[in-house]
Every structure is written in C-alpha cells, then in structure tokens.
C-alpha cells in the first residue's frame, strides 16, 4: 500500500530509538509521492496539499529584494526582529485582541519549529501532552520526539468533547495542543468551549498551547478568537502559536511565531540559539512588509477561499457526508458508508482514488481520523471542479 507507513528494522538501523518511534510527515510522504508520479508524465491534481495557490503579494517580495539588496543577510537577534516583533504586537492588539511586549514574542522557523522547541522546552520524559483528534500530523511526532506522550482525545462532531479532555488528565499530563481553525476539519471552536479549556487547564495547572495557522480564515461571519485574549490569567498560561503562511501566502518564507508569558519565548530563545540561531534575516523584512501593507488584499483571498469552499462542498456532498467547514480551506468528509468489502480503510479509498483517478487526497487515518478524507480547496474552480468530475467517474 503507497500510502502506508513502513515499519523500520530496529536491529540493522543505527539510529537512536527516539527517531525510529517517530514517523516521516505523512502529508510530506503524500507531496513526494504525488511529485514522483508527476514525473512519470501523470496528470496528477493534487488536493493533498495545504498551500495557498495565490502569488505572495508585490510589497513582501519587494521588501525582501530591497533587503538583500542592502545586504541585510548577517546574523540578528535570536528572537527575531525588534521591528518585526513590535509589529507583531500592534497586529494582535488589534486583531486578536491580545496585548503583549515584544518581550513575548519570538520569531521561528515557521510554527513547525515552534511547537518542536515547545515540547523540546516544557516536556520531561514520559510527560504527557493531550490531543484532541482530529489533529495536525506534527502534534503527537513533535511530543515523542520530545520523549513525551501523546494522549488523544475523542471529539464530538468535529468539536472539542471537553468531558473526554478532563477524564483523560492525569499527573503527567503537562500541556494541551489544539489548531482553531482545525487541520485537517475546518472546524472552528467556539470561544465559550475556549474558556471552558483554558479554566480547566488553569485548575490543573497545565499548559494551553493554541495552534491559528489559519486564523485569517474565517467564513459565514464567524470571528476567530484567540483565548489568550479574553484575561491576563489564561495569557499567563497559554502560549498562542501563529504564522505567516497560511493567511499571508507565504509559506515558503519559513516565519511562524509564539506569543507567551517571557519565560517560556526565553526558554525557546535558549534552545533555538543552538539549533539554528536567528531566523533568517531578510525573510523577517518580508514578513514586516505583510504587517504595513494594506490587508484588504488577504480579505479578499479568504472571500475566494469562502467561494471555493461552497463550490467543494456543493459537489463533493454529492459523493460523501460532508459538513461545510467555517475555516481553513479543507473539507473532512465522512466515507464510512463506502468501507467495506472493496475499501477496508480510507487510507485503501484514498489509494484508490489517487490510482484510478489521479486525484491526490489525503485519509482521516493521517490525523488520527478514520473513516474520513481530507480534501483541500486551496486550488482553482478548474482544478476542483476536474477533481469532483475524475473521482465521479470512477465511484
């Protein structure tokens, strides 16, 4: 099966038993695959990829050309920016409603590295980190490679059970992960069940960590809210992650950030300047120009993206049970009544689809999900509407 993991032989590979605990990115698997098979002459349209498919705007590119071209290539704070974090302040005061110091920003890798160097931070051996499922690949590979445990917890219609959240707490537990907007459901969590999990984390003395890659996009007027922002207890206890290449288009750019209490963006600070030191130089001037330049054009890329998410969901509730996602650009659909005899899993339709097809989606299994499919609409109406047509045919 191309689509599953392949078990590693511990007695011949000479590498530490923590990285043979911990699978390859199954989404990146997926995006390998699919690029082989396109260069075997394949007609592939690949909904597997989580990637905005519009161009990053004029003024990033031109303010990360003027800085190389001034030569701002050297070394800089570990951090990040000076200007580049108080930027980031002025922003989540007046869109996230959160009030913070440059002191509690720290600029990464994108918000990959920053969850990684979290758990590498916070977590000792065998500490527990509890995950709501549906999940994003990295959240449970990141906490072993931390030696740390991942405990998932069942939803409740795609959204957070938090009876489930506060049986499942024990002794070790040491943080809770969760992304509003969900990947891989598009799901958004309403903001009373926030509070309701940043005060039990707060009774127990755990951490919240919010993953909002894609807090820029929200649909059907709904608000995204960050629950660091609701009181200066739970910004005491939460660390909200965030980025700039979902809602920016510019993923490529590698610049995600944390805002948390100084203690834990010093903590990160400490561990980052011996991975890899400063986040690069002249990427930060980019993300710099995202914040200064006039933000209607990512508004009206998440109205595109709200217009592609109806085209989706029109047509492929047509094949599966399907939910309409107020965020992201993904589409979760449920394909259990189609598992039986010919598909034993939706990792075998998946397969299915991408062979006879030639349509890329990636299966629930990937996010600790069965009986589902995650289908991105970060593609155009062509695209979509060919996908549909191709995966029609042959069901």
Same mark, same amino acid.
């Given at each position: 099966?191309?689509?599953?993991?392949?078990?590693?032989?511990?007695?011949?590979?000479?590498?530490?038993?923590?990285?043979?605990?911990?699978?390859?990115?199954?989404?990146?698997?997926?995006?390998?695959?699919?690029? &082989?098979?396109?260069?075997?002459?394949?007609?592939?349209?690949?909904?597997?990829?989580?990637?905005?498919?519009?161009?990053?705007?004029?003024?990033?590119?031109?303010?990360?050309?003027?800085?190389?071209?001034?030569?701002?290539?050297?070394?800089?704070?570990?951090?990040?920016?000076?200007?580049?974090?108080?930027?980031?302040?002025?922003?989540?005061?007046?869109?996230?409603?959160?009030?913070?110091?440059?002191?509690? $920003?720290?600029?990464?890798?994108?918000?990959?590295?920053?969850?990684?160097?979290?758990?590498?931070?916070?977590?000792?051996?065998?500490?527990?980190?509890?995950?709501?499922?549906?999940?994003?690949?990295?959240?449970?590979?990141?906490?072993?490679?931390?030696?740390?445990?991942?405990?998932?917890?069942?939803?409740?219609?795609?959204?957070?059970?938090?009876?489930?959240?506060?049986?499942?707490?024990?002794?070790?537990?040491?943080?809770?992960?969760?992304?509003?907007?969900?990947?891989?459901?598009?799901?958004?969590?309403?903001?009373?069940?926030?509070?309701?999990?940043?005060?039990?984390?707060?009774?127990?003395?755990?951490?919240?960590?919010?993953?909002?890659?894609?807090?820029?996009?929200?649909?059907?007027?709904?608000? &995204?809210?960050?629950?660091?922002? &609701?009181?200066?207890? $739970?910004?005491?206890?939460?660390?909200?992650?965030?980025?700039?290449?979902?809602?920016?288009?510019?993923?490529?750019?590698?610049?995600?950030?944390?805002?948390?209490?100084?203690?834990?963006?010093?903590?990160?600070?400490?561990?980052?300047?011996?991975?890899?030191?400063?986040?690069?130089?002249?990427?930060?001037?980019?993300?710099?120009?995202?914040?200064?330049?006039?933000?209607?054009?990512?508004?009206?890329?998440?109205?595109?993206?709200?217009?592609?998410?109806?085209?989706?969901?029109?047509?492929?509730?047509?094949?599966?049970?399907?939910?309409?996602?107020?965020?992201?650009?993904?589409?979760?659909?449920?394909?259990?009544?189609?598992?039986?005899?010919?598909?034993?899993?939706?990792?075998?339709?998946?397969?299915?689809?991408?062979?006879?097809? &030639?349509?890329? $989606?990636?299966?629930?299994?990937?996010?600790?999900?069965?009986?589902?499919?995650?289908?991105?609409?970060?593609?155009?109406?062509?695209?979509?509407?060919?996908?549909?047509?191709?995966?029609?045919?042959?069901?």
């Amino acid at each position: 099966m191309i689509l599953k993991s392949k078990k590693t032989n511990r007695s011949t590979m000479p590498f530490s038993d923590r990285i043979k605990e911990v699978e390859e990115s199954k989404s990146v698997r997926m995006a390998g695959l699919v690029a &082989h098979l396109r260069s075997e002459g394949k007609q592939i349209i690949g909904l597997n990829v989580g990637e905005p498919d519009f161009p990053t705007p004029g003024p990033i590119i031109e303010a990360t050309q003027k800085a190389l071209a001034e030569n701002k290539t050297r070394y800089h704070l570990v951090p990040g920016l000076v200007e580049l974090r108080e930027a980031i302040c002025k922003k989540l005061s007046k869109e996230n409603q959160i009030q913070a110091k440059k002191e509690n $920003i720290l600029i990464s890798n994108g918000s990959k590295q920053i969850i990684y160097s979290l758990f590498q931070v916070l977590l000792n051996q065998d500490d527990e980190v509890l995950i709501p499922v549906p999940y994003w690949v990295t959240f449970p590979e990141a906490v072993k490679l931390a030696g740390g445990v991942p405990v998932f917890v069942d939803c409740k219609n795609l959204q957070l059970d938090l009876e489930k959240i506060e049986a499942a707490i024990t002794p070790k537990t040491k943080a809770i992960i969760f992304n509003t907007p969900n990947n891989p459901s598009g799901a958004v969590y309403p903001k009373e069940d926030l509070l309701k999990l940043a005060q039990l984390a707060l009774k127990n003395d755990i951490v919240l960590i919010s993953d909002e890659a894609y807090e820029g996009l929200v649909y059907d007027g709904v608000e &995204h809210f960050s629950v660091a922002s &609701h009181s200066k207890e $739970i910004f005491e206890n939460t660390i909200t992650v965030q980025t700039f290449s979902k809602s920016y288009c510019m993923t490529g750019f590698r610049i995600g950030y944390m805002v948390a209490p100084a203690k834990f963006t010093a903590a990160v600070a400490k561990l980052q300047s011996h991975v890899h030191g400063n986040n690069c130089t002249f990427a930060q001037y980019g993300a710099l120009a995202a914040l200064e330049m006039d933000q209607k054009v990512f508004k009206e890329m998440a109205i595109s993206f709200e217009r592609r998410r109806d085209l989706c969901h029109k047509l492929f509730s047509q094949l599966f049970a399907c939910d309409k996602p107020q965020g992201a650009f993904y589409l979760f659909p449920n394909i259990e009544d189609r598992l039986g005899d010919k598909f034993k899993s939706c990792e075998d339709f998946a397969e299915f689809i991408l062979e006879k097809a &030639h349509v890329a $989606i990636l299966p629930g299994t990937f996010f600790g999900h069965p009986g589902h499919l995650r289908i991105s609409y970060a593609y155009s109406d062509e695209e979509i509407i060919e996908a549909h047509r191709r995966i029609a045919e042959i069901l």
